[in-house]
């Protein structure tokens, strides 16, 4: 079981920064890949970046790609997203996810992650 909790969500101007956290419960952190997705009103959840369980591989969505970057600390079982330049369709709420994954490989598909933070609102004004 795996228990996830974001933070660092807030109101930006477009231009911006944001970083993103998401805390993981468990000792098992590195066995999993993670990911970042959003949601924004009436859209469907997408993809904003994934990482494999040893950090090696990564994955960014075509959405955000340049400017974002995500990485792990497996000692401090967390995620982070690092969001720059941010616009105001970036506005969603922006959930963390855990994928039991032995292979070391990105997942991007939301039907593979076993387990979701609450998610923490983003909201770029323009």
């Known amino acids: 079981q795996v228990q996830l909790v974001e933070s660092g969500g807030g109101l930006v101007q477009a231009g911006g920064s944001l970083r993103l956290s998401c805390a993981a419960s468990g000792r098992t952190f590195s066995s999993y890949a993670m990911g970042w997705f959003r949601q924004a009103p009436g859209k469907e959840r997408e993809v904003v970046a994934a990482i494999s369980w040893s950090g090696g591989r990564t994955y960014y969505g075509d959405s955000m790609k340049g400017r974002v970057t995500i990485s792990r600390d497996n000692a401090k079982n967390t995620v982070s997203l690092q969001m720059n330049r941010l616009k105001p369709e970036d506005t969603a709420v922006y959930y963390c996810?855990?994928?039991?994954?032995?292979?070391?490989?990105?997942?991007?598909?939301?039907?593979?992650?076993?387990?979701w933070g609450q998610g923490t609102q983003v909201t770029v004004s323009s």
């Open positions: 996810a855990a994928s039991r994954d032995y292979s070391d490989r990105v997942v991007i598909a939301p039907s593979e992650y076993d387990y």
